[in-house]
């Protein structure tokens, strides 16, 4: 079992930084996938970025802009969110399991467990 706790949302204007920590109970988790989500009022949960092993995946509205890491000796992954854009603005998840593939780090619904979520608001 694998507990995950998100921290790090809040408000910030159009252009600005946050940096979001997920810490994760449990064993072993450097063999973990962890992966970042977002969800916005009336839309479906979508991919933000995912660490797996040495490999770093993002969704196309995040590259350049996100940074994924992840510090194994803490059981703590980071999203670093750089430029934010008004929609940005929604509920950060942070995910983990144990058997992912590079094909279904994208897949909300491949994961295992979830965090509770972290609101991030962008304003303009």
């Known amino acids: 079992q694998v507990q995950l706790v998100e921290s790090g949302g809040g408000l910030v204007q159009a252009g600005g930084s946050l940096r979001l920590s997920c810490a994760a109970s449990?064993?072993?988790?450097?063999?973990?996938?962890m992966g970042w989500f977002r969800q916005a009022p009336g839309k479906e949960r979508e991919f933000v970025a995912a660490?797996?092993?040495?490999?770093?995946y993002y969704a196309d509205s995040a590259k350049g802009r996100f940074t994924i890491s992840r510090d194994n000796a803490k059981n703590t992954v980071y999203l670093e969110m750089n430029n934010l854009k008004p929609e940005d603005t929604a509920v950060y998840y942070c995910?983990?399991?144990?058997?992912?593939?590079?094909?279904?780090?994208?897949?909300?619904?491949?994961?295992?467990?979830w965090g509770q979520g972290t609101q991030v608001t962008v304003s303009s």
């Open positions: 995910a983990a399991d144990s058997s992912l593939s590079s094909t279904t780090v994208n897949d909300a619904g491949a994961y295992d467990y």
């Open positions: 449990g064993r072993r988790f450097n063999t973990y996938a």
């Open positions: 660490s797996r092993w040495s490999f770093r």
